[in-house]
């Protein structure tokens, strides 16, 4: 792992395409920017007002999608900075974060929301660290 900063975090818009009886939301496809292969796709559900928070990735790169609801993402670096990004259905984005960057995020929207991970690689406890909530100062109160 070289070094990264928070100008290394991608932002791609995606396209809805509108349909009678329901719309398409694109993703990824295999010759966009930030796709670097394939290990495996999860979703996870992000409860209103909660924090998921922090873990930076050794090796994997996660390219981030909020197709329910609404997700922010803050995203820290060794030196202390820091960056926020809010996705879902009104900002429909890829975010696709290199290894090395720490993260943590929360849901803001009143339902719960859906967020997919599409990873290079296979989860592994051995390619994660993890701190408490509290060990990076950012304030997670809750502003619409």
């Known amino acids: 792992m070289g070094k ?3 100008g290394d975090i991608c932002v791609t818009p995606l396209k809805k395409i509108h349909v009678t009886g329901g719309d398409v939301w694109h993703i990824m496809k295999k010759n ?5 292969g394939f290990g495996e796709a999860y979703f996870s559900q992000v409860e209103y007002r909660v924090v998921k928070a922090w873990k930076r990735h050794l090796q994997m790169t996660m ?3 909020v197709p329910v609801g609404e997700v922010r993402f803050v ?4 030196s202390g900075s820091m960056r ?3 996705v879902g259905v009104d900002n429909y984005v890829r975010l696709t974060i290199p290894p090395g960057i720490w993260f943590g995020f ?3 929207s009143e339902n719960t929301a859906l967020l997919l991970n599409i990873a290079d690689i296979k989860h592994s406890p ?3 660290e993890r701190k408490k909530v509290n ?3 950012y304030e997670w109160e809750l502003i619409k």
């Open 84 to 86: 926020e990004e809010r």
């Open 126 to 128: 051995n390619e994660v």
């Open 135 to 137: 060990e990076f100062k």
């Open 63 to 65: 390219n981030l999608i």
């Open 106 to 108: 929360q849901g803001v």
């Open 32 to 36: 966009d920017d930030g796709y670097v």
């Open 4 to 6: 990264v900063s928070l």
């Open 75 to 78: 995203f820290a670096d060794d």
